[in-house]
Every structure is written in C-alpha cells, then in structure tokens.
RNA sequence: GUGGGUGUAGCUCAGUCGGCAGAGCACCAGGUUGUGGCCCUGGGGGUCGAGGGUUCAAGCCCCUUCACUCACCCCA
C-alpha cells in the first residue's frame, strides 16, 4: 500500500469541519479590519527565501524543498508566505496606488524538519501582512486581532509575549554586548550554545536548558540597548496594547529564528503543546521589502500556525458538521428510482438527503439514517405508491406525517421548517 | 540530523515461558416478513508495519528497514 509522506497528513472528513470554520472565522475577521485575500504561488525561487528568512538559517540551510527545476532554476517549496507576499507587493508595485496595503493568505508552508507533536513537514498558516504603516498602533492592532481570534475560537490557554528587536542602528550595539557577556559566561553554556554564540548569539537567550537560563539570567537585555526611536516606539505599542485591554508579557528573552525582523516581535504561546509552544508568531520587518528590492516601506506581520490552532482550540469539529436533513429509505426499484430523483432536488433546494442504493430491508435502512445523523427520514414503497403518499418520519421525536407525492419537495421542505 | 518510546482487526488494546490469532467497540445478518437507538443470537473481517535470520515451531528472540510518537535542534 503506498502510504502519505512522512511528516504530511490527510485533513479528513470529521476533522476538517472545524479547519473550515477556523479558516471562515479568520477571513471574516481580516476583512472586517481592512485586509484583503491575496493568493501566492507554492513554489518560489529558492533565492527569494535565502535574500530574506537569511542564508544561514536553518530554514534555508537544511530544510527547504528544494531542487532544480528542468530549466536549471532553483525551486523551492515555500517554507513560509512573508517572503512571497513581499514579493509580490514589490513585483506588481502594489505600493503605487497606496503604499499602504493589508493583505491576508491561508495556505500550506513547507519545512523538511523533523515531525513531532505541532509540527509537521507540510504544515498550514493564516499570515497578515500589512505595508506602509510604521506607526507602533499597527502593531499592537495585530495583536489585538490576535487576541480576538484567538478569543472568537475558544483558544484560551494562550499568552501573548512581545518584545523589541531593535533596529540597524541600536542592534549591532546590543549584539556587541551580548557577545562580550557570552565570552565570559562560555564555561557555563551547553554545548548548542557555544556554538550558537558565533552563529546566533541572540538564539541562547532563549535556550531552555536550565543551565543556560541560569546563566543567562544576568545577560543584557535588548530593551536597555533600544535607541530612542526604538524605546518610544516600544512604549507606544505596550500603551496601545493596554489601551485595547490585550494582556500581555514583556519577554526580553523573545527572539526570532528570522533575520528580517526589527523593533516589535510578539509570540502567541501556548502551555497545551509541549515543546512546540508558539502557536502564532511575527512582528515588524521595515527592512525586507528594500532588501528585496522594492521601495523603502516599513511591514509587519504574524502567522497563525493552523494545525497548532486545532489542537489548542476548545471547538470540537463535530460542532460544526453537517448532517443529512433527510434520508429516503425506499424500498423496491420505482421506489428508488423516485427517492433519487428527489434526492437531486433536494439537493438542489439546499437540503442534504442520503438514500440507499443497495436494496437493503427498511430496517437496515433506519438503522443507517440513525448511524449518519439524518434528522428526517422519508418512506417510500409499495404501499405509498399505492396511496401516493409517503411517510416522513422526525427521528427525534418519531413523529410520522404523510405527505402526498405530489409537491413533495416543497411539502417536506415547510415541515423540515416547522420543526426546526 | 541526534536520542527515547510504540507498531497485533476499521478503532482502542490484550496476547504469560516461543506452541491453533484474541477481546471490547464498530460493521453485516437474523430475532422483529415495512420503522433507528436498547437487548439477544450468529457472521464477516488479520501480510501481527515490512524484509531477512535463529528454531521442529516466531506476534514473542536476533538483525535490517519503514512509519508513528515524544524530546533535542529549529520554528507557526
């Protein structure tokens, strides 16, 4: 049997109900706050995404579905949609008409990593993205949307963390101080973080082996190296975030794994997922879209890790399935052929209507309109051709009603009306 | 990429010292000749993850491999 690729999954039938009303619920709330759907490709240049995550990344360096595509270009399966919609901002020069631009996508990233619980190789996002606006308030109105989705979903067992960056200008003076307090405290670190101290030494500051956290206990904070831009802009988004009553943690410690994020990054993290704690994710970017070769605008963003979502969300997709209105049980082959020919109109007026194919007794054929959640069930057979009228039975209550053949679509649709 | 745990029916899982492949749920049929859920009776379902080895005999022991899972790493 060929089985799915390691790391992928099948969103089934009694799962992805829930997906649906998550994905619904999110495109409602965007566009109710001014974003607008843009739809990017899945395969992308490899270079877009090693000019902005970064070339030493592990994204990047190991992770990326990459391979050279019969023309000799280096493709790759995205590993995340920020590069992409930047992309696109710039090559359709979304910026000339407003530089100002709010943009959302759901869809599937890719990351050859190792599978583990909220972690998966083809994995599912919502991303915003907004342009132009370097205002603090954007900022902190993305976590605000944040928190309500996260609301609106019964996702309760989440925090948001934020924390400044910096910029080009107060970062390199803070890194210099991290690096001297990390020569010092080498002898103390574990064995990654020696190593991540040439590489990323703004990555130990959030190591999570107790020794290093004891270690790092006294290590700079970037908040004390915040040039006065930064710090205003900080304090403005912390302000906003109290003004719109968003609880909230200042988390010095909170770095990003990518290397175009500046000044605000907030994290949306969970306790209900082990080790893969962040269910969202982002913060501002003012220097990507230059870097990619567009005009100097400032963005900021988040992802909001979908499988992580449904795991952490108190919604149940049961809530949100639907289940046949109807269920004709006809006996013999006029029967049948009528109940499919009802079938279809009903279908056609928005009622969803099972029936049985296989010639099964009445019996059997209750028994599977109960199993398949039908609220209604309609009785054709001899007799009723006869009295050419049929039975409509309410499964709940086990009322029966007749209903003459004639106009029966629009008889049964006011009763399944009236009952409800 | 590294380390641990787990793979037996559709699902959840037993399977003792190596000796006929099991249970519950689910499914199908009948009891009830045209009415679901409860009950009773019967039935169908298995490459014991895969491949190899040891043995008279392997679900069980050995080797290899794959998958799942958790953690590291990294990140949503």
């Not at 583990?116 to 605000?144: C, H, M, T, W």
């Not at 403005?236 to 200042?250: D, I, P, Q, R, Y």
């Not at 949100?320 to 109940?339: C, L, N, R, T, V």
């Not at 020919?341 to 194919?357: M, P, R, T, V, Y």
Request: net charge neutral; aromatic share 8%; charged share 30%.
């Amino acid at each position: 049997m060929i089985q799915l690729i390691r790391g992928f999954k099948d969103i089934l039938p009694g799962e992805v109900e829930l997906w649906q009303h998550i994905e619904k619920t999110a495109r409602s709330l965007l566009e109710d706050f001014g974003f607008k759907e843009i739809r990017i490709p899945i395969l992308e240049h490899a270079e877009l995404f090693a000019r902005s995550i970064g070339e030493d990344t592990d994204i990047v360096e190991k992770e990326m579905y990459a391979f050279p595509d019969r023309n000799g270009d280096l493709i790759t399966l995205r590993p995340e949609a920020t590069a992409s919609v930047v992309r696109s901002y710039i090559q359709h020069k979304l910026y000339a008409k407003d530089p100002v631009r709010k943009f959302y996508t759901i869809g599937p990233m890719f990351r050859r990593e190792r599978p583990q619980k909220g972690r998966y190789r083809q994995f599912y996002q919502i991303n915003a993205e907004v342009f132009g606006i370097d205002s603090p308030l954007i900022d902190a109105q993305l976590i605000f949307i944040l928190a309500v989705f996260f609301k609106r979903l019964s996702a309760t067992e989440v925090k948001a963390h934020i924390n400044s960056l910096g910029c080009p200008i107060c970062r390199p003076g803070f890194k210099e101080a991290l690096s001297v307090f990390l020569s010092a405290a080498e002898e103390e670190l574990c064995s990654d973080c020696r190593r991540r101290r040439k590489r990323n030494p703004l990555r130990v500051l959030d190591c999570k082996v107790p020794s290093c956290c004891l270690a790092m206990a006294d290590a700079p904070s970037i908040l004390d190296h915040l040039c006065p831009e930064c710090n205003r802009h900080f304090e403005a988004v912390k302000n906003a975030l109290e003004k719109f009553k968003v609880s909230f943690e200042v988390d010095k410690r909170l770095v990003r794994g990518l290397d175009y994020y500046t000044r605000t990054t907030f994290e949306i993290k969970t306790g209900l997922l082990g080790a893969q704690n962040a269910v969202a994710g982002g913060g501002r970017y003012d220097s990507l879209v230059k870097a990619l070769g567009g005009p100097d605008q400032p963005a900021v963003g988040f992802a909001i890790g979908l499988d992580r979502f449904v795991e952490i969300t108190d919604l149940k997709a049961k809530d949100f399935a639907q289940d046949p209105d109807i269920f004709i049980a006809a006996m013999g082959e006029k029967s049948m052929s009528m109940a499919f020919d009802w079938a279809c109109a009903f279908g056609l007026e928005g009622i969803i209507a099972e029936l049985d194919f296989a010639g099964k007794s009445l019996k059997s054929q209750m028994k599977r309109a109960d199993r398949l959640g039908a609220k209604h069930v309609l009785i054709i057979g001899e007799k009723e051709l006869e009295e050419k009228a049929v039975v409509l039975r309410n499964m709940t209550t086990k009322e029966q009603v007749i209903i003459p053949i004639d106009d029966i679509i629009e008889r049964v649709k006011k009763e399944l009306l009236r009952k409800h």
